[in-house]
């Protein structure tokens, strides 16, 4: 059993940076991020291995969001730069045994989410 909160969150404007911290308990999973816009579907943000490597993003945010991971303290981070209010959604960390990728089906743990909001 995992159990993940995130945490760092807000309201911010266009260009300005986020970090968001995903806190896990239990053994380590991959862990990947997710958002969810209203009336959209889930999508996959970023992705980084159990050990903190291979860090695996989507075309999206490529270049302005940088995903790491703090192994002693099982925590996970998506820093986000230059955001853009396209990237206003709920923001979930997820774990998985299998992967660290795009898939959401092969997650079997998700945390609340978080709302991160981005002005113009």
């Known amino acids: 059993q995992v159990h993940l909160v995130e945490s760092g969150g807000g309201l911010v404007q266009a260009g300005d940076s986020l970090r968001l911290s995903c806190v896990a308990s239990?053994?380590?999973?991959?862990v990947g991020w997710f958002r969810q816009a209203p009336d959209k579907e889930r999508e996959f943000v970023a992705g980084?291995?159990?050990?903190?490597?291979?860090?695996f993003y989507a075309d999206s945010v490529k270049g302005r969001f940088t995903i790491s991971r703090d192994t002693a303290k099982n925590t996970i981070f998506l820093q986000m730069d230059s955001l853009k209010p396209e990237d206003t959604a709920i923001y979930s960390c997820?774990?998985?045994?299998?992967?660290?990728?795009?898939?959401?089906?092969?997650?079997?743990?998700w945390g609340q989410g978080i709302q991160v909001t981005v002005s113009s």
């Open positions: 980084i291995t159990s050990t903190g490597s291979q860090p």
């Open positions: 239990g053994r380590a999973y991959h």
């Open positions: 997820a774990a998985s045994e299998v992967t660290w990728k795009k898939n959401r089906q092969l997650y079997d743990y």
